[in-house]
């Protein structure tokens, strides 16, 4: 099948026997479809079938790029950088802000779960000890999830809270693996601290 370079949402992109799906496609009937108007990129893989997604292009004003390579798009296992917006009991619920280094145009919704916190002990994580509102956290895309949310990880070391600010407004410094700590106060507080690189 020869891969059309541009398409809009419904077309189809080929079969799942030879393509895996990426950003901005769908499966539906063993067939890739695209989800959204925009380029078609082909990614090689070397141990398995190429990646197809369909990605927008941004408008060229001259200033920014004229096509963005999915940025604004995660995918599984993109590493992003987001803030914390919303703390409940099981989850924390996060704007995605950067995607593998990239600043994205527009928000993105994700969530990490409880279970997603940590490697170990995942039955005795506590969200409001891991993240606070405001948080910067990095993290990687474990699943696209449903359909307004991205799921989260922060379970390796270098996954977790990277910029937190005190119940005093001052900006903190990590102390530990799980705390921060207020230069002016001195007070801690706990966080799932990101190892530093």
């Known amino acids: 099948m020869l891969m059309p370079n541009l398409v809009l949402p ?3 992109l080929g079969s799942t026997s030879e393509y895996l799906p990426g950003a901005g496609t769908h499966i539906l ?26 990605v927008r292009s941004a408008e060229n004003d001259g200033g920014g790029m ?15 950088l987001a803030r914390v917006t919303r703390i409940q009991t099981k989850q924390a619920t996060v704007g995605i802000l950067v995607v593998d280094g990239r600043v994205v145009g527009e928000e993105w919704a994700g969530v ?3 279970q997603d916190v ?21 993290a ?7 359909q307004s949310n991205y799921y989260l ?17 001052n900006t903190m410094y990590p102390v530990s693996w799980k705390e921060f700590a ?12 990101a190892k530093p690189f």
């Open 153 to 169: 990880s922060t379970a390796k070391n270098e996954f977790g809270v990277v910029m937190a600010t005190s119940e005093a407004g």
């Open 66 to 80: 004229s096509d963005v390579d999915g940025a604004g798009l995660p995918e599984v296992d993109s590493i992003i």
């Open 140 to 146: 990687v895309v474990i699943s696209l999830g449903d």
């Open 182 to 193: 207020d230069p002016v106060s001195g007070q801690k507080e706990l966080r799932k601290v």
């Open 10 to 12: 419904g077309e189809s």
């Open 29 to 54: 009937d063993n067939q890739l479809v695209a989800s959204l108007a925009g380029r078609v990129v082909v990614k090689s893989k070397q141990s398995s079938l190429a990646a197809i997604s369909v």
């Open 112 to 114: 990490i779960r409880s």
């Open 118 to 138: 940590r490697a170990t002990e995942k039955d005795r994580v506590k969200i409001f000890e891991s993240f606070r509102p405001g948080d910067v956290v990095r």
